[in-house]
């Protein structure tokens, strides 16, 4: 009896055991799986991290190298920009050829074998009047040729004619190479102050101008102060749209000072390099323009602080003597520093250009010889004294 109970406790106790070691083996199972578990989740996040990091660097690469193929070609297109050719100028005579025909082709026909007597000088008085010289220079011209031609005892037409070139190119005293550059100073407000009666091409000139500051490195501001004529406006707006250049405008009828005000604080405040001004083309009431450009003036030197800046007065070379008188009529008022003659392509006849510049004792600064933004062209005396006189 008491051996079946030693057998039977054995049994039990050996149950008891493998209970016990069924749970500390499921025991030490779960903690197993908690390690692994902890592991996995670990590795998981450290994969989740390391996959960000690679992102972020991969993003990070990918982003620099799209800056970089951004930057490539900005270089690119901005080395394409400037190794662009520009539009190939036309030769100077070439623009001049109506004047040439008429004026200056005249003028050395006239010559051609003919003997030097009284009836040659006042044939050559009949053609510099017609070509728009005036009578005033014309008389001085033929008077001074003669001293030469007595002087120097020149025999032959040609010489004679070689004579009378000299004599023009003498005209263009004013214009030297100096004179003739637009006053433009780095490190301060350039003032362009732009005159003239309507219709003589002053906003396509201002327009033009901006254009040629701008491509040179410029930063320019327009100011559209021809308010009493809404087209004037409109063309100043155009052309700034066309340039890229700011203009400063306010409505038609507005007063053109207020224009100039607003135009120059803003160029100072906002260190602009040049301010171009446009001003009304009235001429009907010469006190009435006056008084306004007086006005304009004031404006200016107090608001930039300059007492000099460029005052360019627009001509249509086509008009003649009375581009002449006009020019005379608005270098009373205002101190002329320079003349735009434009229209040269045209029916001018070609002869106006002498006494503009002599008469006023003024440069010419630029002439106008086409439509196109490269046809108002920086005045040179040599280049356009060697055009007119080229075959």
Known sequence: ??????????????????????????????????????????????KIKKGNE?????????NEKKSEENENKEEKEEKIEKTKKKPKLKPLKDRLATPKKGFFSKLKEMFLGKTIDDELYEELEELLIQSDIGMDMTMEIVADLEKQVAKKRL????????ELKELLKDKLVYNTEENTKLDIQDGKLNIILVVGVN?????????????????????????????FRAAAI???????????????????????????????????????DVAILDTAGRLHNKRDLMKE??????IIKEQSGNDKFETLLVIDSTTGQNGLEQAKIFNEIVDLTGIILTKFDGTAKGGIIFPITNEL???????????????????????FVEAIFSD
């Open 1 to 46: 009896m008491a051996l079946k109970n030693f057998f039977k406790f054995g049994k039990k106790k050996k149950k008891e055991e493998e209970i016990e070691e069924t749970k500390e083996t499921e025991k030490n199972e779960k903690i197993k799986k908690n390690i692994e578990n902890k592991e996995n989740k670990e590795n998981k996040e450290e």
């Open 54 to 62: 690679i992102s972020e660097k991969n993003k990070k690469l990918k």
């Open 155 to 162: 025999k032959a037409s040609q010489d004679v004619y070689e």
């Open 199 to 227: 219709g003589v091409g002053k906003t396509t000139s201002i327009g033009k101008i901006a254009k040629k500051l701008k491509d040179e490195g410029k930063k320019v501001i327009i100011g559209a102060g021809d308010t």
């Open 234 to 272: 409109e063309q100043i707006e155009e052309w700034g749209k066309r340039t890229g250049v700011e203009v400063v405008k306010q409505s038609h009828g507005s007063d053109p000072a207020a224009v100039i005000f607003d135009t120059v604080k803003t160029a100072k405040n906002r260190n602009f």
């Open 293 to 298: 450009l007086e006005k304009i003036n004031k």
């Open 361 to 383: 004792k003024k440069p010419i600064k630029f002439i106008g010889v086409g439509e196109g933004i490269e046809d108002l062209r920086k005045f040179d005396s040599k280049e």
